[in-house]
């Protein structure tokens, strides 16, 4: 499904009935990822899961793609879809999304879920690593970054043991838009530190990470843990950067006691 939103063709996807649930894939993803979560969740909740602009089918435009403008759009195709509160979702850039979201919307996220992610913003290191990407992907192509980032998307576990998953994600990236990828990466480069947002989030939140993951690690989450007040942490064993594809049982039986908490609660 596509909206007209913000001024761009969102695609999306809305499965099952029941409290909604917005899920935001990680770069350079898009929203297939949830596919595992989408099966298992379906049959308690709505669950939402668009392709950031310029990702999947969702129209591209051509600018940074700063964390303030990906949060705009979830909130112009939330209302497109008349929906006022919702559980929000993300998974590493998406949880860089989630945390930009709250902060101008908070009385629209009842409860809020911190995948793979973190609060800091890049060293200066980072936002040169992301400025060489962004120019190495528009003069060699997604092949190169396909090959470059899977190892360190994925656990050392799933690397070594899980082929058929090492090829999806190289495959996922390598479709990607050459431009998606530069401007999500100069947008990520200018996202603030959040980490003074934490004290600010109120609702339930549950703070989710691989046991084996690499770029967001274990320490970071327990970061967010002490900071956000209403949190809880839930470490996804043999699972690294994109723990939801990896351990997708584990990390779905977390998320279903959480959600249902919530929604018995409210
Ligand atoms: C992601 O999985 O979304 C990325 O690792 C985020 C990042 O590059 O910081």
Redesign the pocket.
């Known amino acids: 499904m596509k909206a007209k939103v913000n001024g761009i063709k969102l695609a999306y996807e809305i499965h099952g009935c029941g409290t909604p649930v917005i899920l935001l ?5 898009n929203r297939t990822m949830w596919a595992p979560q989408v099966s298992e969740l379906r049959k308690d909740f709505e669950i939402i899961t668009p392709d950031f602009r310029g990702f999947g089918e969702s129209q591209g435009t051509d600018e940074p793609y700063t964390m303030d403008l990906l949060a705009e759009d979830i909130h112009a195709l939330l209302r497109h879809l008349s929906l006022h509160e919702v559980i929000l979702g993300g ?6 999304v989630a945390f930009a979201f709250y902060r101008k919307y908070p009385e629209m996220v009842k409860a809020l879920i911190l995948a ?3 609060a800091e913003a ?1 060293t200066e290191e ?1 936002k040169t690593n ?1 400025k060489n990407m962004a120019e190495l992907v528009l003069k060699a192509g997604t092949k190169v970054i396909a090959e470059q ?1 899977t190892p ?2 994925l656990g050392k576990t799933s690397f070594e043991q899980k082929q058929e998953l090492v090829s999806r994600i190289k495959k996922t990236i390598s479709s990607t838009s050459p431009n998606a990828i530069a401007n ?2 100069l947008g ?1 480069a200018q996202r603030p530190d959040s980490n003074s947002t934490l004290k600010h989030i109120t609702c339930p939140t549950l703070i989710l990470v691989g046991a084996e993951d690499t ?2 690690p274990v320490e970071n989450a327990q970061r967010m843990k002490r900071n956000i007040h209403n949190s809880e942490i839930r470490v996804v064993p043999k699972a690294g ?2 723990s939801s594809l990896e351990q997708p049982m584990d990390f779905n039986n977390a998320l279903k006691k959480f959600l249902e908490i919530i929604t018995i609660s409210s």
């Open positions: 894939h990680a770069f350079p993803l998974l590493s850039m998406g949880g860089y793979d992610t973190r890049d980072g992301r980032m360190k998307l999500a990466q990520m770029l967001t950067h994109i």
